[in-house]
C-alpha cells in the first residue's frame, strides 16, 4: 500500500478520502496525547508532532536537536538547522546544553523517531542496508541524536512505512536499542526511559508484548487486515488476542496535516 493510495472512508465515518501515509501521520500524532515535551526527529516524526501541536495538543513543547525549545513552526521544517525552528522557539540552548541537560537530564515525555529497518524488539537501523554479495551497501544519515533520545526519554514513539524492507527479522547494523534482545536489556545497559512503547505504521499498530518486549500487532487501520500486516512483516508477527482498528482521520486533522505539508512544499 503505497502513500499516494487515496481510499474512501467506510459507511458512517467522515466522507473525506485520505491517503495511507495521511493515515499513518494522523495516528502518530493521536500517539502524542497526554505529553507535554517532545523530542522531534525530522521526517515523518515531525510532521506528526507538528499536527499533534496543530490539533488535540496546542501546548506540547517541540524540541530539536539542533538546540530549539518550544518551537511552533508554521510549516514543516527542512531539517533540524531550518531557521523555522529557531524563529519561533521559545529559546535557542547550545546543543551540548540540550543532551547534558534537556535529555540526560530526563526531561523530555516521549522521543518521536523515524527508522529504515526496525527488528521484533523495536531496535532501529538508520546507519547503513546491505544490498547483498558484491555489491556496495547502501549508506544512510546514521544515528544523529537517536540512540540518546532513546534511551533517556521516558518513552519512546517509531513511525515508518510498513514492508519487508523495513521490517526486518534481523538489522544489517543496530544504530538504535529499543528493546535490546528482550526483557531487562533496558536496565542492563542504564537506560533512564522505557523504550519504544508504539510502531506507528501506513498499515497499523504495533506494541511490545509486555512479558517479551517482542512486537505484537495490536490495531489495524480502516481497509487493512491482519493478514496484509504479517505479509509485509520480514518476522512471524504476533498478533494480540483482539485487534483493535484505528479511526479514520477527521477532516479538520487532515485539513491541518494538508496545510501544514502545503506550506511545506511553498517554503521549499
Not at 25 to 42: H, K, M, P, Q, Y
Not at 78 to 88: K, P, R
Not at 106 to 111: E, F, H, M, P
Amino acid at each position: 500500500m503505497s502513500g499516494t493510495t487515496t481510499r474512501e472512508a467506510a459507511a458512517g465515518e467522515d466522507p473525506a478520502a485520505f491517503t495511507s501515509d495521511e493515515l499513518m501521520e494522523v495516528n502518530a500524532a493521536r500517539a502524542l496525547a497526554g505529553s507535554r515535551t517532545c523530542f522531534v526527529g525530522i521526517g515523518l516524526p515531525s510532521t506528526a508532532a507538528n499536527l499533534a501541536r496543530a490539533t488535540h495538543v496546542p501546548d506540547l513543547v517541540l524540541i530539536y536537536e539542533s538546540g530549539t525549545v518550544g518551537s511552533r513552526p508554521t510549516r514543516l521544517p527542512l531539517s533540524i538547522g531550518d531557521g523555522e525552528l529557531a524563529d519561533t522557539a521559545d529559546a535557542v540552548v547550545a546543543v551540548p546544553e540540550m543532551f547534558n541537560y534537556w535529555l540526560q537530564g530526563g526531561r523530555i515525555d516521549v522521543g518521536f523517531l523515524g527508522a529504515a529497518q526496525v527488528d521484533r524488539f523495536a531496535n532501529v537501523n538508520t546507519t547503513v542496508i546491505s544490498r547483498g554479495a558484491g555489491r556496495p551497501e547502501a549508506r544512510l544519515p546514521g544515528a544523529g541524536g537517536a540512540p540518546e533520545i532513546a534511551a533517556n526519554c521516558r518513552k519512546v514513539l517509531l513511525v515508518l512505512r510498513h514492508s519487508r524492507r523495513g521490517f526486518v527479522d534481523s538489522l544489517d547494523f543496530v544504530t538504535t536499542m529499543g528493546h535490546g534482545s528482550g526483557p531487562g536489556d533496558r536496565a542492563r545497559y542504564g537506560m533512564r526511559g522505557a523504550g519504544p512503547v508504539a510502531v506507528i505504521t501506513d498499515l497499523g499498530v504495533l506494541r511490545p508484548d509486555p512479558e517479551t518486549a517482542e512486537l505484537v500487532l495490536t490495531e489495524t487501520h480502516p481497509g487493512v487486515s491482519v493478514e496484509q500486516v504479517r505479509a509485509a512483516t520480514g518476522w512471524d508477527l504476533r498478533v494480540a488476542d483482539e485487534v483493535g482498528r484505528t479511526a479514520p482521520p477527521t477532516r479538520r486533522e487532515l485539513a491541518a496535516l494538508r496545510a501544514l505539508k502545503t506550506a511545506g512544499r511553498s517554503a521549499s
